[in-house]
């Protein structure tokens, strides 16, 4: 990505500056733009994508072959790769973020004053909207619909890997949104700037007014500690599932595999698994099983370790690094707790804050986890998967933030958008 | 205050990073607690402080000698200044946070998902709240009674010019609230530490969950650049009032008098006057007369100046920076425009996005005006002083927001909360 001592031109600062400058009078025009306005647009765009397809899958050949050149992992490469479908699929979440309500408008609250002036709180955009990540095109697409839909201008900067794709992407919308009398530069790219660029937007305080980095620890921590403009974290999950003295036995491996091996990759899968000393001679002999069924490693501590015999499941000793690690694959830490106390505990050691669940009959065990614990989903009976913008019911997700400003959890539009309080009178001034 | 520069040595980093954990670990207690016990711990200390006048005026003593030695002015000694009756008043302050709604628990949304889950959005508590500000012993009293209440630990930073005052006050309160069954580490302050300390706390990235800036430009600037961790800017007023070619000529008058010289030194007073040309003739004589008796001096684009005379304002010519300027004294800016679009792109130029008011009898001008702009509060024919959390009957205000992400203009107590998911189920997985 960029660090601290990644030179900055003043001429690259200056283009970017004016890159900014663009984007927030654009943002200006969208404000006031009316949601039929905005649906039109995004199903225009979507119209565009499908309608261009052959030269932006010749575009993300360059990329491709670039890739290959620099041994890019078959892995990343996959993710990398556009086809007709995945364009097509693409589109289509386009014209699925359409389908939203508008966020903007929405009266979050209001009142009348004693002195008669009629006070509403109402969700306006953001304005400018700089969005940072990784080599997927579909991230390019993905941002550009959640901000115009959420009425922002945003500024993109993707992976240099994806940089032919994005750039013909971002093309081919920019002109589409000009069809459809939306200015193009609600759409724009610090990309011809490299890493510079991207840090010139991390300092464009004034006129970028949040700064989303999407992409891994080392993306994230970079923009956290670069960026001089808000930053909205996504972030690690390194998530706990606790198995109460209480639990019902089938319930908590369901739970426990589900969790774990929904799929690994993601950042509400259970990393860590504690397991009550009364209910370990059961319940762990039957989870190894079910786990070992599928596939994952587990690292246990001692006394869990005391029940891998038998049961198929490849095992490794764990280490305190195995607590604080967001495996991100098929591993699995487990440890046996002596009580609900030390679950706790354990938990507000290690936890980076995202999703912890516990399956328990017991009412007041369920309660108290959910007060004592300080994450940004608590789940009782229930998988750490659920843990989603979709599964919320919110619609589209910009993320999934770990952080406790402005937006926590799956974010959906409304997170995109600020508000503005207006008071309407009639000469009413300050005795 | 303190800037890149500053060293902070192993030794502070540690010390600080130390009060911090701890900090961590009382608010991990607070976040339980009831509301009748937070409501009896703010009665206590308020107690306290009304008991302990005599060692806390001691103490303030030796910050006003010392502020005499270093020439501190008259204002700022005021300011410093706390006797009986203050001490008084800021007990009272405490008992008024008490008898605020408390923001923890409150259920923002919620819903019946397909899938039978029962999920909730609730407020709970930041965690560990910075605060950093200036030479004002009342803002300590004022940031531990809303912290506490929202149930949050404290760190304070005042400065250096009040340590005495603050040392005492925060012996006395943390003392007091372990009389009460809570921690005293809920209350703790990094002022030993001096500037690096304040720059230590800046840095303390996942043990300060936010860090609130209250002060001046210079202030609010520096922890802005420095910080690691999340901010929330309270800031600059470069407000505005804006009269319409249709606007009521009594009215204009009163919410101009009033937007200036209602307070001068506040961030919602306003700056600059925008006039419609159609109506400068009429209003414009009648408004330096009645600005003048309050002793106003009009800084003038051309066009207004050529009614300044025989109104007996004082007037001076107005260059770019005077556009550009919070006064927070008795000047204000004078500008004729066009129209409302002028007088709108006037404010989008140079707005610090705080308040903007119009005067009109104009439906279609009214809409647009809180349409186009984007600051955080908008006023259709009412004083500029009304953008305050008191007057929006929000109760305890923690300063004014003119940052977009998570709070934006007056803040009251659920600004100092965060949000927890919390999903009930029966064993449900994902398919």
Redesign the interface.
Known sequence: MSDNTTPITADIAANVEAIATRAKKAA?VL??ATRATKDAALHALADALIANATPIIAANQHDLERGRTNNMSPGLLDRLALTEDRITQIANSLRDVAALPDPVGEIIRG?R?PNG?R?T?QR????VVGMIYEARPNVTVDAVGLTLKSGNAVILRGGSAAASSNEKIVEILAATLETQGLPADLIQSVDAYGRPGAVALMHA?GLV??LVPRGGADLINTV??EA?V?V?ETGTGNCHVYIDNTA?L??AI??TV??KT?RVGVCNAAETLLVHRDIATTFLPAAYTALAAQNVTVHTDDASAAFTEGTGVSAVAATEEDWATEYLSADLAVRVVDDLDQAIDHI?TWTSGHTEAIVTSDYAH?ERF???L??????????T???DGG???LGAEIGIST????A???MGLPELT?????????????P
């Not at 306006?124 to 304005?127: H, I, L």
């Not at 300080?374 to 998988?383: G, K, R, Y």
């Open positions: 200006q404000a006031t009142s004053l002036l006070l709180q306006t955009p953001m304005g305080r007014d949040v956290v500690r001089t808000p909205i019902d089938e319930m369901n739970i589900n969790s929904h507000r369920a959910i007060a004592e300080d994450s940004a989903a608590i789940m009782v009976n229930a998988s998967r659920f843990t599964q919320f019911g952080q406790k400003l402005h926590r959890g799956p600020t508000t503005k309080w207006v008071v309407r009178g009639e000469g009413q001034i300050r």
